[in-house]
Nanobody, 126 residues
């Protein structure tokens, strides 16, 4: 069974940090660009960041650029999202997803996603 499992979510104060991890089972991430998405209550899901299969290319939503860092360890079959200087507007359920491509172009298109994780809640509040 192809599966992605996110971990690392939780409650943090504004300005704090969290590190989310996405672990794969049943398949290897080597050939897949991996995206992180989030969905806040009452809002549409949005793409946050993506990393190419090799790790050589990354991209970020403008709202998180400079605060979030995506990385991958293909040997461990994981992709992480380091989130610093968190803001209340970062509150959302965060999902990782494996694309059908090795590159990030078009990763926000639902048709490009092969596997979704179940999501992890991130709450930024004082």
């Amino acid at each position: 069974q192809l599966q992605l499992v996110e971990s690392g979510g939780g409650l943090v104060q504004p300005g704090g940090s969290l590190r989310l991890s996405c672990a794969a089972s049943g398949f290897t991430l080597d050939d897949h660009a991996i995206g992180w998405f989030r969905q806040a209550p009452g809002k549409e899901r949005e793409g946050v960041s993506c990393i190419s299969s090799s790790g050589g290319n990354t991209n970020y939503a403008s709202s998180v650029k400079g605060r979030f860092t995506i990385s991958r360890d293909n040997a461990k079959n994981t992709v992480d999202l380091q989130m610093n200087n968190l803001k209340p507007e970062d509150t959302a359920v965060y999902y990782c997803a494996a694309t059908i491509f090795g590159y990030c172009s078009g990763y926000m298109s639902s048709g490009s996603i092969a596997v979704w994780g179940q999501g992890t809640q991130v709450t930024v509040s004082s």
